[in-house]
């Protein structure tokens, strides 16, 4: 703080504390001539003061050096010295006292100085500090600003990885669905060949009854045809139903290996849809691939497996064409019926 800033401050407590304008006047003389050293003038006291004109400042100015003279005086009062003496001791002792406020002066002047370069160095410590202070400041609110950032930062990542969540458990699930189908689609051919199993089964014993029941029918008509002429016409009939039968039979099988061949063609399609269903779903979730690799190797065992099933309609399909019944002979020569029975005999 600066001296002209430390006597503003002085003469505004001053103006609170006097509200007599001449008395504030020689207030503020006594102040700037004994503390600060500064002789008082009325223009610098109207320069600090600034109430009422110009008369008053000059007056009390005027009065301030009538009453320091006055008190510089020195009255000797001795009765048996002369005039002059007194005079001159008196004037001796002005001298005095003036040497003394002169040396009282600098010996403040010289404290004042001390204690401006000491208030310099602590405006120069604040001011410092105060540098150090802003800079402090603008590094926070830099280290604000970076922190909002990383926050923003953090909370898209956080929002990338919820979207990412999200993706991936619908990509779960979708390959849960496709499981299932998958499931159900294997729980369906397994039905299919448990059925065709059982048809298979079915026309097998079928197949059997009626061999045995041709090896029957052409035992008894050979004995018939051995006994009478009338028998052939009855065993021929029981002959041609056989043949029938045996035809619906492979008709039945024929379109049982016609259907399947269907069923397991829908089947590789709907796998080889799976497939590409499970194909998309391992580009999104690498995780999947065992199970894909499991889901091929089912597929591939259900192919084998119809494959096998196709064999055998095809195995079946033969073995009813061998076991057709032979034509029935011509009963109206007896060398007719040798040859017929000799070619029994051979077959």
């Not at 004037?91 to 040497?99: F, M, N, R």
């Not at 400041?137 to 604000?144: C, G, H, S």
Request: charged letters at 30%.
């Amino acid at each position: 703080m600066s001296t002209e800033t430390e006597i503003l401050a002085e003469v505004e407590a001053l103006k609170a504390k006097f509200s007599d304008t001449k008395t504030l006047y020689r207030e503020v003389c006594v102040l700037l001539f004994f503390r600060y050293g500064i002789t008082p003038t009325a223009n610098k006291l109207y320069q600090y003061v600034r109430r009422g004109s110009m008369n008053v400042p000059t007056e009390e100015v005027g009065k301030f050096w009538d009453d320091l003279r006055h008190r510089a005086r020195v009255d000797i009062q001795h009765p048996d010295l002369p005039e002059p003496i007194k005079a001159a001791a008196a004037e001796a002792i002005a001298a005095l006292w003036s040497q003394a406020t002169e040396a009282a002066r600098g010996e403040l002047a010289a404290a004042r100085l001390e204690l401006q370069a000491d208030a310099e160095r602590a405006q120069q410590a604040q001011a410092a500090a105060e540098q150090a202070l802003a800079e402090a400041q603008a590094r926070t609110e830099e280290i604000r600003g970076q922190v909002v950032q990383m926050q923003e930062c953090l909370q898209q990542a956080q929002a990338a990885l919820e979207a990412e969540r999200r993706a991936h458990a619908g990509t779960q699930a979708r390959v849960q669905q496709m499981q299932s189908q998958l499931q159900d689609a294997a729980r369906q051919q397994q039905a299919l060949q448990d059925g065709f199993a059982a048809e298979l089964a079915k026309a097998r014993e079928a197949v059997e009854a009626a061999n045995e029941r041709a090896t029957g029918a052409e035992r008894r008509a050979l004995k018939e045809i051995e006994q009478e002429r009338q028998a052939r016409g009855r065993a021929d009939n029981a002959a041609e139903a056989t043949r029938q039968k045996l035809a619906q039979v492979e008709a039945a099988a024929r379109e049982q290996a016609v259907e399947h061949a269907a069923k397991a063609t829908r089947l590789e399609i709907d796998a080889n849809q799976a497939k590409l269903a499970l194909d998309t779903a391992i580009k999104a979730q690498a995780g999947q691939e065992a199970q894909v690799a499991e889901l091929q190797r089912q597929l591939t065992d259900s192919q084998q497996a119809a494959s096998r099933h196709e064999a055998e309609a095809k195995t079946l399909q033969a073995l009813v064409e061998r076991l057709a019944p032979v034509p029935a002979p011509d009963t109206s020569t007896p060398a007719r019926q040798g040859r017929r029975k000799a070619g029994s005999s051979g077959a």
